[in-house]
């Protein structure tokens, strides 16, 4: 997962509201988001690694992670970033999991009205997340990167509209223009084919956007899952869409 637009208890219809793009490469064997039926989570799944880069869980928790650039290559005798997800997902408390061992990662955790922001470099980092509107990419969270900028900027948009269908927010995360805002990253990408400055949708026939995702969760807890494919040409090969229910607690709550 490498760039993201999160609306967290900001909007007085959506508690939550994240539109996503998975950057991988093409050649990295995945599954479609479905309903795994061995823990009871909605994600796709990495066939590599057998975890996730995003997901849902019906007791009511989310987790996403990116990488971090700027690190060096990953080691390869380090446990797979994804494992992290699914724990998330099915209940592991953020603050017992030992991310060091991990490498460069950043995480957003979601259980019932509690969000957090993980990272472990340059040096481990748990904190819990207000109300707002955050981005991430493959830096710091909220780093103004241009695609993060607008990512971020097309989310507000769709908040400040009727904001009634989610499933729009696909065709912003289908665009390949390179933002003039922001500033550029300051290392390089750790994979050759992306450039350090890059459109939300990248388009590479190795290494490219293989998934768009949005998530959106009402007050009541009525939740929609919406994935969308590509092939390595950057042409859309297949959408899924999943519905799901969280449960309600007297302290969770929306914008007002």
């Known amino acids: 997962m490498c760039v993201l637009a999160m609306a967290w208890q ?74 992290l997800v699914t724990g998330l997902l099915k209940g592991t408390d953020p603050d017992s999991m030992a991310i060091d061992a991990y490498n460069p990662v950043n995480l957003i955790a979601i259980d019932g009205d509690r969000a957090r922001f993980l990272s472990n470099r340059p040096a481990a980092l748990h904190t819990s997340l207000g109300s707002g509107l955050y981005g991430l990419s493959n830096g710091a969270l909220d780093e103004p990167w241009p695609k993060t900028l607008r990512l971020k900027s097309i989310l507000l948009d769709w908040l400040m509209g009727p904001a009634d269908t989610p499933e729009l927010l696909l065709e912003g995360l289908r665009e390949e223009a390179l933002p003039d805002i922001g500033l550029d990253p300051v290392q390089p990408s750790d994979v050759p084919q992306e450039p350090n400055h890059s459109p ?19 007050g009541e807890g009525r939740g929609l899952f919406v994935e969308r494919r590509f092939t390595a040409a950057g042409d859309a090969n297949g959408d899924t869409t999943l ?4 449960p309600v607690h007297p302290g969770d709550s929306v914008a007002s």
Do not use: K, M
Request: aromatic share 10%; net charge positive.
């Open 10 to 83: 900001a909007h007085p219809r959506w508690r939550l509201v994240i539109a996503a793009n998975r950057e991988e490469f093409h050649a990295r064997p995945a599954a479609p988001l479905a309903r795994w039926q061995d823990s009871g989570l909605l994600a796709g799944r990495d066939l590599q690694s057998g975890g996730t880069w995003l997901g849902v869980s019906e007791r009511g928790r989310c987790a996403v992670v990116t990488n971090l650039r700027g690190f060096g290559s990953p080691g390869q005798d380090r446990p797979s970033r994804g494992g």
């Open 200 to 218: 939300i949708f990248i388009r590479n026939p190795v290494y490219g956007t293989r998934c768009s995702s949005v998530i959106a969760v009402d």
């Open 243 to 246: 519905p799901f229910c969280w």
